[in-house]
C-alpha cells in the first residue's frame, strides 16, 4: 500500500497518547456507528455473514435479532435505528421497505421506553439479541437527561425495555465547547464484550477521551486508556493477530491496536490509513462508523467538530479498502468508493 499523507503534529500528538497508554500497561479501543452533528444514517439491518471465530474478518457473526422481534411482527426483516428525524430514541421497522419511503410505509415501531435516554447515536447487538447505545445530542444537550452522555443503555430482547446499563467512571458533565460523551460501541462475540469510546471531558485543546472494555457478564469495565479521542470502532480478525480498529476524532485517521486471546489490547498504537481530505466534499471528515466484511473495510466518513451542528441535509461519503493478507495492510479499492 502506497503511504498516504501525514500530518507531523497528528503523529506527535499519537506519540504522546501512546507514552501515555502504555504507563498504565493499557491500550484499547472501539465500537460502532456514530451518529454526529445532527445527521447521519443510523438504521442497521441485522445481516451478517456466518463465521467461525478466528477466521479472517470481521467478529460479529454470533450477533442475533432481538427476541422481541417476533412477537412484535417483524421476524427475520427487523432494522434498527437511532436517527430518524420524527422519532428521539430509537425505533424498528420493517427494513425491506426504502428508507425513502414514509414512515407508514416502513412499518416505524417505537415501545414507550425508547425514548427514555433521549436522542441517541452508537448501537449494536449481543448473541443474545439485547441493543446496546448511548445518548448522542442533536440540538442541545438537553435533548438528553442530565449526566447520561456516560451511560450504555440495554435494550432486553426479551422485555424490549430500554434502561441504564453500566455508566463508565469519572466523567466530567458535558460542556458547551464539548456537549458529547460516547461516541463509539463495537461488540466481540469471541470474548462477549463491548468497546466503547467516550470524549467525555475533551475540548478542542485537549484530548482527554478515553475507550474501555466492557466485559457484559459481570458488567466490568476491565480495561481503561485515558488521552485517546475515536469515534468509530470496530474488531478485525486478521492473518496474524485481532486488532481493534478506530477512526479518530481529531484527524481523518484510522488506527489500531492488537489484541489477545482474552480481548486485552497489547502492544503499540498502528496508524492505518489517512483519508485524503480531498475525497471529501465537507471539512473535517472523521470515521464515525466502520464495519468489515472477509477481506473489506468500509468506512462511513461525516464531518465532525466538537459542537453540536444542525445540518439540514445528510452528509456522508463511504469509502472502502481491501486488506492484504500477506502484508497484513489495508489499500483503497481502486475508484475509492
Known amino acids: 500500500m502506497s503511504k ?4 507531523p503534529r497528528a503523529a506527535s500528538r499519537r506519540a504522546a497518547r501512546q507514552a501515555r497508554s ?20 443510523g438504521w442497521w439491518l441485522l445481516r451478517d455473514r456466518a463465521q467461525a471465530a478466528g477466521v479472517l474478518g470481521g467478529v460479529t457473526n454470533c450477533r442475533a435479532l432481538p427476541r422481541f422481534s417476533e412477537r412484535l411482527g417483524y421476524g427475520g426483516r427487523l432494522a434498527v435505528s437511532t436517527s430518524e428525524r420524527e422519532y428521539a430514541g430509537l425505533v424498528i421497522f420493517d427494513g425491506r421497505v426504502p428508507l425513502t419511503a414514509s414512515p407508514a410505509e416502513r412499518d416505524i415501531h ?7 435516554a433521549g436522542t441517541l447515536g452508537p448501537f449494536t447487538l449481543d448473541r443474545e439479541g ?15 437527561p442530565p449526566g447520561s452522555l456516560n451511560t450504555i443503555y440495554r435494550v432486553d430482547s426479551d422485555s424490549g425495555e430500554l434502561a441504564p446499563f453500566v455508566t463508565l467512571p469519572g466523567a466530567p458533565s ?3 465547547e464539548n456537549p458529547f460523551g460516547i461516541l463509539g460501541i463495537a461488540y466481540d462475540c469471541d470474548t462477549d464484550a463491548l468497546y466503547v469510546s467516550t470524549v467525555a471531558g475533551s475540548s478542542r485543546q485537549a484530548e482527554q477521551g478515553k475507550v474501555v472494555r466492557v466485559d457484559l457478564a459481570t458488567k466490568a469495565i476491565t480495561d481503561e486508556v485515558v488521552g485517546v479521542d475515536a469515534i468509530g470502532l470496530a474488531v478485525f480478525q486478521g492473518r496474524a493477530e485481532k486488532r481493534l480498529y478506530m477512526g479518530l476524532a481529531r484527524s481523518p485517521e484510522v488506527g489500531s491496536v492488537a489484541l489477545d486471546g482474552a480481548g486485552h489490547a497489547v502492544g503499540a ?9 480531498r475525497e471529501a466534499p465537507f471539512g473535517e471528515p472523521r470515521v464515525r462508523r466502520i464495519s468489515f466484511d472477509q477481506a473489506t473495510m468500509t468506512l462511513y466518513v ?3 467538530s466538537f459542537n453540536l451542528r444542525a ?16 502484508e497484513d495492510r489495508w489499500a483503497p479499492f481502486s475508484g475509492g468508493s
Open 110 to 116: 417505537q415501545e414507550p421506553s425508547w425514548d427514555d
Open 22 to 41: 502504555l504507563q498504565r500497561g493499557l491500550w484499547l479501543a472501539l465500537g460502532l456507528s456514530v451518529l454526529l452533528g445532527g445527521a447521519a444514517i
Open 174 to 176: 458535558a460542556g458547551s
Open 311 to 326: 445540518v439540514s441535509e445528510q452528509q456522508q461519503i463511504i469509502l472502502r479498502y481491501a486488506y492484504d493478507a500477506e
Open 269 to 277: 498504537f498502528r496508524s492505518d490509513l489517512t483519508i485524503d481530505e
Open 4 to 7: 498516504r499523507r501525514r500530518n
Open 302 to 304: 461525516v464531518p465532525f
Open 130 to 144: 439485547h441493543i446496546y447505545t448511548a445518548p448522542v445530542p442533536r440540538t442541545a444537550v438537553s435533548d438528553n
